[in-house]
């Protein structure tokens, strides 16, 4: 029985081995045409823009953005007009932080136990939303013809910015010996200002249905590096500035002064598909 089933394993094992062996062998010739086609295509790519023909008709990408004072998110649909000019429409949201903010926590406990509270932001008043939409256009000024698929796009781009401020809450001690939850007045300024009244943050539940509207307009530059140029894939990077103005101006902090313009520069990651 184990001469048997050893003569078995040896079977399987020498057809395995037989199959991968060709499996090998056949590799390198398929690689290889699928870099001469990859080649091919790229070469009829490069011949149709040189005519003035597009590589491809629209684009469509997600970007998430790290600012200098915050983060976002943003959708962006881009529909090629000429080889280097390419029209963008964009709607994003992001969250802009004060550069006072700090995040804490509170520790409490007893009988050997330690209790962490949810991180809060000491005297922040407001949280800063914004919603915007936006046109403008990517140009070409670097990779014309570069079979590598490297180029750098200038990116201009505006529109309308819609701010949006939600109250900021925090969980402190009540005289009562309980909790409570509360959002800065000039009523409670002693309690909301008094650290070893504070047991910590709300999260996200507290504030929505108190949020301000705040209507602005936007403008952002940035440079695109794009490693992806002839692929139906899309994969860059892009860096600039985004420069907002609001009609009215914005506070985030108990006692700091508000403003209503806000410049900041980004680091975005691109990625999405072509068309």
């Known amino acids: 029985m184990r001469r048997y089933t050893f003569s078995l394993l040896l079977v399987f094992f020498c057809t395995t081995t037989s199959i991968a062996q060709k499996t090998m062998d056949s590799n390198p010739t398929k690689k290889k045409e699928d870099k001469i086609a990859k080649r091919n295509k790229i070469n009829e790519i490069i011949r149709n823009e040189e005519e003035g023909v597009p590589a491809f008709n629209k684009q469509s990408t997600f970007q998430f953005k790290l600012n200098f004072d915050g983060y976002g998110f943003l959708y962006e649909l881009g529909k090629m007009k000429t080889p280097y000019k390419t029209s963008i429409f964009q709607i994003g949201f992001s969250e802009k932080q004060h550069p006072k903010e700090e995040k804490q926590t509170s520790y409490s406990g007893g009988g050997g136990f330690t209790m962490i509270s949810k991180p809060f932001v000491y005297g922040k008043q407001n949280v800063f939303y914004q ?4 046109v403008g256009q990517a140009i070409m000024i670097g990779g014309k013809g570069n079979k590598n698929g490297v180029s750098v796009h200038a990116v201009l781009l505006g ?3 819609a701010g949006m401020l939600r109250p900021y809450y925090m969980e402190f001690v009540s005289n009562t010996g309980g909790t409570e ?3 800065f007045s000039e009523s409670n300024r002693s309690t909301f200002l008094s650290p070893d009244k504070i047991i910590g943050g709300t999260g996200l539940s507290k504030g929505w249905s108190e949020m301000k509207f705040n209507p602005g307009i936007y403008a952002k530059t940035g440079l695109r590096f794009d490693w992806a ?10 860096f600039g500035f985004t420069y907002d103005y609001y009609s009215q101006k914005v506070v985030q902090m108990v006692d700091v002064p508000g403003k209503s313009f806000f410049p900041t520069g980004y680091l975005a990651i691109v990625f ?3 068309k």
């Not at 919603?131 to 936006?134: H, P």
């Not at 140029?229 to 892009?238: G, K, L």
């Open 131 to 134: 919603v915007k939409l936006g």
């Open 159 to 161: 529109g309308f910015s």
């Open 181 to 183: 939850k509360l959002k």
């Open 229 to 238: 140029r002839f692929n139906q894939v899309v994969s860059a990077m892009e």
């Open 272 to 274: 999405g598909n072509r």
